[in-house]
T-cell receptor, first 114, second 113 residues
Framework: AQSVTQLGSHVSVSEGALVLLRCNYS??????LFWYVQYPNQGLQLLLK??????LVKGINGFEAEFKKSATSFHLTKPSAHMSDAAEYFC????????????FGKGTRLHILP | DTGVSQDPRHKITKRGQNVTFRCDPI?????LYWYRQTLGQGPEFLTY????????KSRLLSDRFSAERPKGSFSTLEIQRTEQGDSAMYLC???????????FGDGTRLSIL
């Protein structure tokens, strides 16, 4: 069975500061890993996806995530937070052998302080 | 590419009524997925289609729920005899195939009175 655990349901950072959203995964098979962002009353938008090509994955809007197999982690970072980054972020995992069903974490709400 | 479209955006209904939601995927996308998202939770997989074939259904999809994709294009999700616990955001996503990113619609928010 696959699962993801997002550490911290709410994270607050000052504008211009480093953003770090934590995600640990559990998978019995090599996984695909994702980060999605959700703005209020909207669907999810894919930020980035890990498929094993490279452990450091660059996404949209300046976000990136690093796959660490030994730590079973896939933390999301952005060097400098912007007010527009305020949203809900979801880490997710799927089975690489059958990329059909995505298992989402509970989400982390990112607050940006002026 | 107009994105995944869902209709209606909001639905308010009384307990016991039937409701139907529609999803129009991105054209040429063969796969279509339904998820349910409750407050404070991430989306949970319900079911998915490859063209018109429904290939998997979650155990979350009770016998009151039915999904169709008759011509391999748009899909409908029907909930019969709605219950309070059905209140949620219902999200639709589509992808070209199983190894391509899923593109999400803005969802239909269902409120049961």
């Amino acid at each position: 069975a696959q699962s993801v655990t997002q550490l911290g349901s709410h994270v607050s950072v000052s504008e211009g500061a480093l953003v770090l959203l934590r995600c640990n995964y559990s998978s019995s098979v090599p996984p695909y890993l994702f980060w999605y962002v959700q703005y209020p009353n909207q669907g999810l938008q894919l930020l980035l996806k890990y498929t094993s090509a490279a452990t450091l994955v660059k996404g949209i809007n300046g976000f990136e995530a690093e796959f660490k197999k030994s730590a079973t982690s896939f933390h999301l970072t952005k060097p400098s937070a912007h007010m527009s980054d305020a949203a809900e972020y979801f880490c997710a995992v799927s089975d690489r052998r059958r990329d059909d069903k995505i298992i989402f974490g509970k989400g982390t709400r990112l607050h940006i302080l002026p | 590419d107009t994105g995944v479209s869902q209709d209606p955006r909001h639905k308010i209904t009384k307990r016991g009524q039937n409701v139907t939601f529609r999803c129009d995927p991105i054209s040429e996308h063969n796969r279509l997925y339904w998820y349910r998202q409750t407050l404070g939770q991430g989306p949970e997989f319900l079911t998915y289609f490859q063209n018109e074939a429904q290939l998997e259904k979650s155990r979350l999809l009770s016998d009151r729920f039915s999904a169709e994709r008759p011509k391999g294009s748009f899909s409908t999700l029907e909930i019969q005899r709605t219950e309070q616990g059905d209140s949620a955001m219902y999200l639709c996503a589509s992808s070209f195939d199983g190894n391509q990113p899923q593109h999400f619609g803005d969802g239909t928010r269902l409120s049961i009175l």
